[in-house]
């Protein structure tokens, strides 16, 4: 049986929501930095604990999301990474209020947060861990990604899809 899941991915613009779901589904990364428009839909065939997963995965503009973001985008989805950029503390703070509204539509559903750009570290500030910090205080899932490099990226996708089918009751896990 071949289960289906949505993800979405959301974040500010130029966080590197396209670079993670490029890396991600083909291995790849460009330095040209591709505005998304509206939506782009991409998909994954996944093995997760015995059960093959469909991941479709839906990276959403970044221009303003708090104000563009809309229902009808991310409802359907089982789960959603939040990404924001290490370089960039205010992608941060943008992501929490983010992560409200998502939730207030889609519900209690599964998230990993996407702290972005580890390859560039030395330019972030706060400091990772204090960003870090804050976050799992939330009792946040932070991820240290680098869509460039491939730190941690094909990890944090697998783990929320386990989680997504952990949660929905689909898969072998109990079975």
């Not at 839909?41 to 093995?47: E, L, R, T, V």
Request: net charge neutral; glycine share 10%; proline share 3%.
């Amino acid at each position: 049986m071949v289960v289906q899941k949505k993800i979405c991915l959301i974040g500010e613009f130029s966080v590197g929501k396209t670079s993670l779901v490029s890396q991600f589904v083909d291995s790849i990364f460009s330095e040209k930095y591709h505005t998304t428009v509206g939506v782009k839909i991409d998909k994954k065939q996944c093995s997760i604990g015995g059960s093959q997963v469909n991941l479709v995965i839906w990276d959403l503009a970044g221009e303003s999301p708090l104000k563009t973001l809309k229902p009808s985008q991310i409802l359907g989805a089982s789960g959603f990474l939040l990404a924001a950029d290490g370089t960039r503390p205010d992608t941060v703070d943008l992501a929490i209020a983010l992560q409200q509204k998502v939730i207030q539509i889609l519900g209690p559903v599964p998230f990993i947060f996407a702290l972005n750009k580890a390859d560039l570290v030395a330019e972030w500030s706060p400091s990772m861990e204090e960003i870090t910090e804050r976050l799992t205080q939330r009792g946040w899932d932070v991820r240290i990604t680098s869509a460039k490099t491939g730190q941690g990226v094909e990890k944090m996708f697998l783990d929320l899809a386990q989680r997504m089918i952990e949660t929905s009751g689909d898969g072998n896990a109990g079975h």
